[in-house]
């Protein structure tokens, strides 16, 4: 495989570093085998990527043509693409160039362990995007609030003049991004474990890496958290001396994780921090220590984006920005215009006096809880949906205390959480729990309790397969319920 070899001054406090990187000439006339092109968007987009540059793909997925038919329809004008539906076939992973899997897909699928077997690279479109920019990254995870640290940081970089782009953010394609590089760009990557757990095997890290929080999730997929810590660590354990990480300090596994980085580090903290670089809160302000002086950077009142676990990520994305370069003076100016992220606390409507929120993000019972715990009064809570594997005791014990009435969406975590709350509640709550089988109907109950003042929050603390394609089909539905509404 030929690589361009080269050096480049990283600006900003980052380190001398070398990275080898793919040149675009590469692909053309490669044997390549896309594994699972989906419906929402990234393998479309790493489709169109490979055959703009020349490659022989093979698309294969377990679904049929006919489920696959919306996908289908945008790349109807491609040439040399060989579709293969409804199966996988030995051959299309061993006879090719290259195999690009979907981030979804274990490592220890029997056609990736074949494609290994015979020494063929495996690559994910987070691999290719690392390979082939030259530019700085910056790179979040966390089990919680990447999304919205993500977009905060582009918002705060942009509003100072900067030039980011998003990349990974939402279901939108990776490898488009390519093309819209500009030398002056900086790329603000949201990277799940999965595509974490490719740049891993590649020896490949951002040059500021943040991570938001670690809790219990996606245990259906990894069956031990260690597993889940690991591939996460990747986003930091390949960094150089100078680069930067920006570590949660009040998350213990975060903390943990961080004593193994070689990497600078900035710590954020709802705590007063002596050690520096951090970002801390003392007093409802917030503070930059930057290791000479302590700065005030601005009152948390003077933060619109709703919820004090919003704050957390606030701070993530104040420290990921110093590390990058800006100074105090010009990241203060930018915090109060900060908007935050759909899906996550949005606003969606007010009617007849009743505020609508849709939070669908909130797919572990933690992120649930923080929902609640955003509004002062008791909301009527839209929630459940499909397990992962995941303990709700905490959230159905937290429901009743929050709530003054639930609508749940059927599955088998909502089964979980009556169970639970059958234990711990008192029978009069109890006749205020619905489930139902739609969204619509869920946000009708809703509206028919709901008086003057009130909030109705959508706030799952469940996976949304069955009744939605994905967390933002679900939000999506909500939204669209309260503006039938209206």
Known sequence: MAFDILILDLICHLDFVIIYFMDLAFFKDKKITVFGLGLHGGG?????????????????????????????????????????????????????????????????????QLAIEKKIPIEMDSSLFFKLCKNPIIGVTGTKGKTTIATLIYEILKLAG????????????????????????????????????????????????????????HLNYYKKMEKYIEDKKYIFSNQKPKNWLIVNCDNET?????????????????????????????????????????????PIKDIKILGRHNLGNVMAAIGAAYAYGLSAEEIKKTLPLLKGSAHRLEFVSEIK??????????????????????????????????????????????????????????????????????????ADFMESVEVVDSMERAVLLASESAEDGDVVLLSPGAASFGLFLNEFDRGDKFKEAVKKLE
């Open 44 to 112: 479309i987009g790493t489709v169109k990527f490979l055959a703009s540059n020349g490659a022989i793909l093979t698309v294969t997925d377990i679904k049929s043509k006919e489920q696959l038919a919306p996908a289908l329809e945008k790349l109807k004008d491609l040439k040399n693409i060989k579709y293969i539906l409804g199966q996988h076939r030995v051959e299309d992973f061993i006879n090719a160039d290259m195999i690009v899997k979907s981030p979804p897909i274990p490592w220890s699928d029997k056609h990736i």
């Open 353 to 426: 006096g009743v505020k609508y929120y849709n939070d669908t993000a909130a797919t572990i019972p933690d992120a649930a809880i923080s929902g609640l715990d955003s509004f002062e009064q008791k909301t009527i809570l839209i929630a459940g949906g499909t397990d992962k594997d995941l303990n709700f005791v905490e959230f159905a014990k937290k429901i009743p205390e929050k709530t003054k009435k639930v609508i749940l969406l059927k599955g088998n975590a909502t089964e979980k959480i009556l169970d639970i709350m059958k234990k711990n509640a008192v």
């Open 162 to 217: 900067k030039n980011p782009m998003k990349v990974g953010i939402g279901q939108v394609s990776v490898l488009d991004k390519i093309s819209a590089i500009k030398s002056d760009s900086i790329p603000v990557f949201e990277l799940s474990s999965w595509r974490l757990s490719v740049l891993g095997r590649e020896k490949l890290c951002p040059q500021i890496a943040v991570i938001s929080n670690i809790f219990i999730d």
């Open 254 to 298: 975060t903390c943990k994780m961080a004593e193994e980085a070689k990497s600078q580090i900035i710590y954020f903290s709802y705590e007063p921090l002596e050690k520096s670089p951090a970002v801390f809160i003392e007093n409802e302000i917030i503070y930059l220590n930057d290791g000479v002086d302590v700065r005030k950077l601005v």
